[in-house]
């Protein structure tokens, strides 16, 4: 028995943006609020788990449940615990269960 095509890759759907309302900049434990619009409707409703990750080897990647707060506004605290270039990536299940992923441009922890 064959489950091929019973299990869901993410892809980048372009209908979906996203941003960060402050790029973090400072080592430490800090929040990130990510808006995430369909078009340009907020979108609401979702699961949304943000990874934390240097882009150099070594360094384990903190993944975290962002907590929904309305108007296609997630949160979730990362501990930012050493200098040097980060990426977010987000992964995005929508309530009809499409999923999508999506790596945010790099930003550097001084």
Known sequence: ?????????PSDDQRLT????QTPSAMGVQTIVLV??????PLDNAK??????MT???MPSQIVQMQA???GKYQASIDFSMLGEWVLIVNVT???????QRTLPAFTIQ
Do not use: P
Not at 1 to 9: A, H
Not at 18 to 21: A, D, G, R
Not at 94 to 100: D, F, K, Q, S, T
């Open 69 to 71: 707060l309305g108007a």
């Open 56 to 58: 150099h080897a070594g």
């Open 94 to 100: 929508e309530a009809n269960g499409a999923v999508m």
């Open 18 to 21: 996203m941003s960060l309302e």
């Open 1 to 9: 028995m064959s489950l091929i095509g019973c299990s869901r890759t």
């Open 48 to 53: 949304v788990q943000l990874e934390a990750t």
């Open 36 to 41: 995430i619009n369909d078009g340009t409707t």
